[in-house]
């Protein structure tokens, strides 16, 4: 098992090591595998290919261990650490959202809705956080919900890769908290509001 677990880092950080020096539309599993000096089957042993392996870099180093522990108290700090970890890979974070194009984003936004639908059930399911404006949210409004929070956090977490890094991700962090938590109150009256107009 930890043979295993140190061949998928070592690929992994012949992909990190390859984007330092061309895009990683210009990659292929043969570099990748030729830089850590395996063979394409080991590689697809692992991985299905280099997308495989680049949801699975985003996973491990990125969202595993910024959001762990995320709660609906501490998220913003969870993403100001993840961040903090993408501004530590700058090559690599700016390589792969740039060339890696649609694919990229996709990720960003399955990884994103799946935890922010996680954390609304969290919220509902606890009466002292729920209150009578997320009692009046149903699922299909609560994955709406979800999505349209996912597209706001992966479009500034993109744009911010894009333009360089240059603003602070503590910053960066303290905004969408404070955005996040007005929207949240305005969907929930709106969905209340409907609710009652119904009843």
């Known amino acids: 098992m930890a043979d295993a677990a140190q061949t998928k880092r070592a690929i992994a950080d012949s992909l990190k090591a390859l984007s330092k020096e061309k895009p990683f539309d210009k ?19 692992h991985f ?20 762990k522990e995320l709660s609906f ?4 700090t969870c993403v100001e650490r993840m961040l903090v970890l993408l501004s530590e890979d700058r090559a690599f974070a700016v390589n792969t959202i740039k060339h890696a194009g649609e694919d990229m984003i996709r ?3 399955k990884d994103t809705e ?4 996680s954390a609304i059930d969290i919220i509902k399911n606890d009466p002292e956080l729920s209150g009578r404006y997320m009692n009046a949210v149903d ?4 994955q709406f919900i979800a999505r349209f929070f996912a597209y706001g956090i992966c479009g500034i977490i993109v ?4 333009s360089g890094m240059k603003e602070d991700p503590g910053k960066i962090a303290t905004k969408m908290r404070i955005l996040m938590e007005s929207i949240k109150q305005i969907a929930f009256r709106r969905v209340l509001s409907e609710k009652n107009d119904k009843d």
Do not use: H, M
């Open 107 to 109: 990720i960003f936004l």
């Open 114 to 117: 799946n935890i922010l639908g």
């Open 48 to 67: 299905q290919d280099k997308y495989d392996l680049l949801t699975w870099i985003y996973y491990e180093d990125y969202y595993e261990p910024s959001l």
């Open 27 to 45: 990659i292929s599993v043969g570099d990748i595998a030729a830089y850590c000096n395996v063979n394409r089957q080991t590689f697809y042993y």
């Open 139 to 142: 699922k299909e409004e609560q």
């Open 159 to 162: 744009e911010w890769v894009q």
């Open 73 to 76: 108290d501490n998220w913003d």
